[in-house]
């Protein structure tokens, strides 16, 4: 009851037609990563280690998203743009709630689907039962895969030289697996949908087709984040952009304003 | 404007009370077990059609193929023969040597395979935990469905090897079912709680060929389990012969070998079937709840 009258002034007009889908507060993300083979490679040096109690070097703390907080809204679809190293794709992955976030928190609207580049299924298996497989993994019916599969396969434009759905994965071009894991993830209705540089590799052509699929996304009440180092396909499809730099947010606006900020510090 | 960290100026909100009032969600938060366990259903489909994607996809870069299914347990069944039954020449203390020997190494198989790719159920699908969010337990379940395809072809090798070394087709047959069933829990139960170890613990693949070979020697695979009460003080046979694997092997052998029972099965069919039941339930319900605690962690770092 509390919470229904406090907003009620000038806040709830201004708020109306805009409900959040992610609440990103205050993130800061911390993750171990494991160096591999450094240093002394030896059983003498790791025997040495063990015996002097000192931790294994090879294991080293990364801060990769520092204290970023911005609340993104039903039908927006958001650029996240910086430097190589500068968090995006780990900020990504944990409003998608596959990274614990340190400190902070980040609260979303069901349950956020992350696309990126190197999202594996199979490759030992055919493109047609990859599709099968990927929609069940994201909660279809076997009815709803089948409707679905033609349509999937006929988006990603694989058969477009013969008959590709047949043939293991491994067989694949980077850009013809990226472009049907991109075919399987946006074939469901997403409340949030992360995408990270899959639409990189793809030709002109099947940009084009995936920017619109993006904006239908949008349309249907979905929020979208993008993150790409191409500014061009930001400026197509995002209305807004987070500029991030070294995990710290640089700047959160209009995608005009940003990228051109973005683009003259270069 | 009594807050610092307010999302929405106009509004007077902190961001944590904004999401609360639109029903936002802490991304990756574990659901309770009992919608943990609904989740799970819902992805039943996906599961079958996984394991029959990795059976599918598990010999198909060999020249012979699924072929390699009965093949695999046959030659298992052919060493173990040459070995123990020809060289050391166990077989004046049981009967049915071959038949024996090979239910042994089957229903240990089964297991065994668990254990062992359990550690590497989350580790190795780390690609597919990290692009998209379902229950996690769906992996482990369908690495025990993959290896039940695997133990149903070798059933019907073990059942041609038992008629064709001269056993009589019984109504004890029929039991090989709810047998295999609580196995295949225990064995699920043991691939969640491998999984979720395997997931922190990286060097716990180089231990487990050791753990597994010395599992073999107490679980009466390549002799009779009668040895044990021979040869060991009291106590320590009791305990070899309430391990699971064994109480498994026994009911099977118990089962479908008319020419063991009662000389060479370890202890009274009841106390096996108590065993087995416990087994199944220990570890069902308890890897079960263990790898849920775990739902956070998988596929991270």
């Keep these: ?266 | 404007m009594a807050n610092t960290a307010v999302a929405d100026p106009e509004s007077g909100l902190t961001r944590a009370q904004l999401a609360q009032r639109y029903g936002l969600r802490v991304a990756g938060e574990r659901p309770p077990l009992a919608e943990y366990a609904r989740k799970l259903w819902a992805y039943r489909h996906f599961m079958t059609a996984y394991s029959r994607a990795k059976v599918a996809s598990s010999f198909s870069n060999t020249q012979l193929g699924q072929l390699w299914q009965v093949l695999t347990p046959l030659t298992n069944a052919a060493v173990y023969y040459l070995i123990f039954g020809v060289i050391i020449s166990q077989n004046r203390h049981v009967p049915n040597f071959i038949a024996y020997l090979c239910t042994g190494v089957f229903i240990f198989t089964f297991t065994q395979s668990a254990a062992l790719q359990g550690t590497s159920a989350i580790t190795g699908n780390l690609g597919l935990i990290r692009a998209l969010q379902f229950p996690r337990a769906a992996l482990p379940i369908t690495v025990t469905l993959v290896q039940l395809q695997q133990l149903l072809m070798s059933m019907v090798v073990l059942a041609g090897i038992v008629l064709f070394t001269g056993e009589p087709i019984t109504f004890r047959w029929l039991l090989i079912a709810p047998m295999l069933v609580l196995q295949s829990i225990f064995n699920v139960g043991l691939t969640m709680i491998m999984a979720r170890i395997g997931s922190k613990v990286t060097d716990l693949k180089q231990v487990m060929p050791f753990v597994l070979r010395t599992w073999l020697y107490g679980s009466g695979v390549l002799y009779s389990v009668k040895l044990f009460e021979d040869r060991l003080p009291g106590w320590a046979a009791t305990a070899l012969e309430s391990n699971p694997i064994l109480v498994y092997i026994e009911l099977a052998r118990y089962a479908l070998l008319d020419s063991a029972y009662p000389e060479h099965i370890a202890s009274s069919p009841l106390r096996l079937w108590t065993l087995a039941v416990t087994w199944a339930v220990v570890f069902g319900v308890g890897g079960f709840v263990y790898f849920w605690r775990g739902e956070k962690e998988y596929g991270r770092g």
């Excluded at chain 1, 240093?39 to 070097?57: D, E, F, H, W």
């Excluded at chain 1, 409003?95 to 490759?123: C, D, E, F």
Aim: hydrophobic content about 40%; proline content about 4%.
């Design chain 1, 1 to 266: 009851m509390a919470d229904q009258t406090q907003p009620a002034g000038n806040a709830a007009v201004v708020d109306a037609g805009r409900v959040p889908t992610v609440v990103v507060d205050d993130v800061h993300v911390i993750y171990k990563i494991h160096k591999g083979a450094t240093g002394g490679t030896t059983p003498v040096s790791a025997l040495k280690r063990i015996v002097s109690r000192t931790n294994a070097p090879n294991i080293r703390e990364v801060h990769a998203v520092k204290g970023v907080s911005f609340t993104a809204y039903e039908g927006e679809a958001i650029g996240l743009i910086g430097s190589n190293g500068s968090g995006k794709s780990t900020l990504l992955r944990a409003i998608a709630g596959l990274l614990p976030p340190a400190r902070g928190a980040v609260y979303t609207q069901g349950q956020p689907s992350l696309l990126g580049v190197n999202a594996a299924l199979l490759n030992d298996l055919s493109g047609e039962r990859n599709v099968v497989l990927g929609c069940l993994a994201m909660g279809m019916t076997p009815e709803e895969v089948k409707r679905l599969a033609p349509e999937i396969i006929e988006f990603s434009g694989i058969n477009e030289r013969g008959d590709f759905a047949s043939l293991p994965m491994r067989t694949y071009s980077s850009g013809m697996g990226a472009r049907l894991r991109f075919a399987i993830s946006s074939a469901k209705k997403h409340d949030v949908l992360l995408i990270d540089e899959a639409l990189a590799t793809g030709d002109r052509k099947f940009r084009a087709r995936s920017e619109q699929r993006v904006r239908e996304l949008r349309d249907s009440a979905g929020t979208v984040f993008l993150v790409s180092h191409s500014i061009s396909s930001i400026r197509d499809t995002c209305e807004r952009t987070i500029w991030l730099e070294s995990g710290v947010l640089r700047m959160d606006g209009p995608t005009d304003e940003v990228c051109d900020a973005y683009e003259n510090q270069k």
